[in-house]
C-alpha cells in the first residue's frame, strides 16, 4: 500500500484552490483517513497487490459464517489466499483437503492460537470451536482479509477491479463495515457493499440468472435487526458474458451529499438522502428510536469505514434463493430452513465441487487493485 499525493491535490496546495466542492480554499476535503483530514483528490489508499502486504491486510480466523452460517472455515492460509503476478487470489477448497478425509463428521476444530496473528477473530456462532460430531464441520476453507488494524476512511472514491470466481454457491464480496460501530451493532452503523456476485454459471431465480451474469451494490441500514433498509438501496446488473469472465472496474463516490455505484465507468444506482437522512428514506416505524438523530443526513454513513475482502460459500441467510435452480434444472443441495445445512450441503459435494475443480485458480475470487481518493 501507498499514501501519496495526486499532481492534482500537489497543485492545489500550491494555489490554494479547492479541487472539489467538497475542499476550502488551503484544498483540505472532507475525506478523512484513520481520523486525519486529506487533501483533494488526494490518493489515499494504492493496493496493487504486489504483495499480500499483512501490515495491510488481517485475516479473519473464524467458522462463524459471517452471520448467514456461511458453509466455509476462514483461515490464514497461503492455500486459499495468496497474491500471483499482482494479482490477489482468494480461493475455496475442501476443509477435508487439509485435514483428511472423514474430519467434516468426526473432527474437532479450535481457532485459538497462541501467537496474536492465530487469535480466532469471531466467536460468534460457534466460531472459534466446533465438532463435527454434532451435525458436521464447516465443509469448505477460504480467506477473508480486512484493514480494520490499517486502514478506514470517510467520504472518497473507490475503484477496485477484479474478476469474480467460477464456481457453484461460491459467494465474493468486497465491502466495507464501519470501523466503531457509532451508532449501535448491525445494521444501525451501516454497511457498503461494493459488489457481489454468486459463482455459479447459470443460477435461475423468476425467469432471471442471478448466478455469475449478474453483480449487484447494496448498502445496509436501520435501526436495528430486523429492521433494514436495503432493498431502497441495492442494484444489480446483468450482463453476457458474465463478471467470471474478466476482469471489471467497481466503483462507489460516498460523498456527504449522496453514495454513487458505478460499474466500468457506468451509474450503476445512486442514493441521496432528504434533509430527514436515512431515516425519512427508510420511513421505519414510529415507535422506534432514530439512532442517527445526532448525526448528519447521512448517518450512519458519516463515520469511517474499512475495507473487506472475502470468498464465502453458501449460507441460509436467502442469498442463495431455495427456489433457485441451478445448471441443467438442479436444485440447491440445503435449504434455509435444514436443520443441519452444513451437512446437506456436504452430501451434495458431487454436483457442486466438480465446478470448483473445472475452474481451477479462476474459483477464485481476483483482485487487481483497490484505489480510494478523497473528494
Request: some cysteine; proline content about 6%; aromatic content about 14%.
Amino acid at each position: 500500500m501507498k499514501l501519496l499525493l495526486t499532481l492534482t491535490a500537489i497543485l492545489a496546495v500550491a494555489h490554494g484552490v479547492p479541487t472539489s466542492k467538497w475542499a476550502d480554499a488551503d484544498g483540505m476535503s472532507v475525506t478523512t483517513v484513520n481520523k486525519r483530514q486529506a487533501r483533494a483528490g488526494e490518493l489515499i489508499f494504492d493496493e496493487n497487490f504486489d504483495t499480500l502486504d499483512f501490515s495491510v491486510w488481517q485475516h479473519e480466523r473464524t467458522m462463524s459464517g459471517g452471520g448467514n452460517w456461511e458453509f466455509q472455515v476462514y483461515d490464514n492460509s497461503r492455500t486459499n489466499s495468496y497474491v500471483n503476478n499482482s494479482i490477489l487470489y482468494l480461493k475455496p477448497t475442501l476443509l477435508e483437503d487439509r485435514y483428511g478425509a472423514g474430519f467434516v463428521n468426526t473432527g474437532t476444530i479450535n481457532m485459538h492460537g497462541g501467537a496474536p496473528a492465530d487469535q480466532c477473530t469471531n466467536a460468534a456462532y460457534y466460531g472459534c470451536e466446533r465438532m463435527g460430531a454434532n451435525g458436521a464441520l464447516n465443509p469448505a476453507m477460504s480467506a477473508r482479509i480486512r484493514t480494520v488494524n490499517s486502514f478506514s476512511f470517510k467520504y472518497g472514491r473507490v475503484e477496485v477491479r477484479a474478476q469474480m470466481p467460477t464456481g457453484d454457491w461460491l459467494w465474493p464480496a468486497i465491502w466495507m463495515l464501519p470501523t466503531y460501530n457509532a451508532y449501535g451493532t448491525w445494521p444501525g452503523s451501516g454497511e457498503i457493499d461494493i459488489v457481489e456476485a454468486r459463482g455459479n454459471a447459470r443460477l435461475v431465480n423468476n425467469g432471471v440468472n442471478i448466478g455469475a451474469e449478474q453483480v449487484a451494490s447494496t448498502m445496509h441500514w436501520g435501526p436495528y435487526w430486523p429492521y433494514n433498509g436495503y432493498e431502497k438501496t441495492t442494484w444489480a446488473r446483468n450482463q453476457v458474458p458474465g463478471f467470471n469472465s474478466g476482469f471489471h472496474v467497481y466503483g462507489v463516490e460516498w460523498t456527504p451529499d449522496y453514495v454513487k455505484f458505478t460499474l466500468d465507468g457506468t451509474d450503476l444506482g445512486t442514493v441521496t438522502p432528504p434533509a430527514g437522512g436515512f431515516w425519512e428514506y427508510g420511513n421505519f416505524p414510529a415507535d422506534v428510536e432514530n439512532p442517527w438523530r445526532f448525526g448528519s443526513k447521512m448517518a450512519p454513513f458519516d463515520q469511517e469505514f474499512y475495507l473487506i475482502v472475502n470468498l464465502a460459500v453458501g449460507g441460509t441467510n436467502g442469498f442463495f434463493p431455495d427456489s433457485a435452480v441451478n445448471e441443467g434444472g438442479a436444485p440447491k443441495p440445503w435449504t434455509a430452513a435444514s436443520g443441519n445445512a452444513f451437512q446437506d450441503f456436504w452430501n451434495g459435494r458431487n454436483g457442486w465441487y466438480p465446478t470448483w475443480q473445472a475452474a481451477g485458480e479462476n474459483a477464485a475470487l481476483q483482485v487487481d487493485y483497490i484505489r480510494v481518493y478523497a473528494l
